[in-house]
């Protein structure tokens, strides 16, 4: 009597595996989405935060207006992230091939930079508020 497995006992665990490898793979892909995501939403909001610094420091620039949302603002500026990057309002350790500082948006790729995206920074009731136009 010969032991091991026959072509089909072989043929239907190959099968059996290759499904649980899909349902893994697609698992996995769905949780690398939503940490990208989370990630983005935390360096928005470090943007965001910074500008409201530089929106405080400031308050004297913020003369313009703008739409937000549909909704128009006095005392407002625009400003790109790489400005606030380079007066140390936003901080990142992300450098692009060149040794320049970056914040990745790692929704997009490995090379969507948000440096030169608009953040509008105005002022409603005495506070100071920030908005990234994505």
């Given at each position: ?33 939503n940490i ?13 935060n910074g ?46 091939s060149n ?36």
């Amino acid at each position: 009597m010969k032991k091991g497995f026959t072509l089909v006992e072989l043929m239907a665990v190959i099968v059996i595996v290759a499904i649980i490898s899909v349902i893994g793979y697609a698992g996995v892909t769905i949780v690398q989405k939503n940490i990208k995501t989370n990630l983005w939403e935390g360096k928005v909001e470090a943007i965001e935060n910074g500008a409201v610094s530089y929106g405080e420091d400031n308050k004297n620039k913020l003369t313009n207006s703008c739409i937000i949302d549909g909704s128009t603002k006095t005392s407002c500026q625009s400003v790109k992230v790489q400005y606030l990057i380079d007066r140390n309002y936003v901080p990142t350790d992300e450098l692009d091939s060149n040794g320049n500082e970056v914040i990745i948006n790692d929704t997009i790729g490995d090379t969507a930079y948000a440096n030169d995206m608009d953040v509008y920074i105005y002022v409603e009731n005495n506070i100071v508020y920030a908005k990234l136009m994505e």
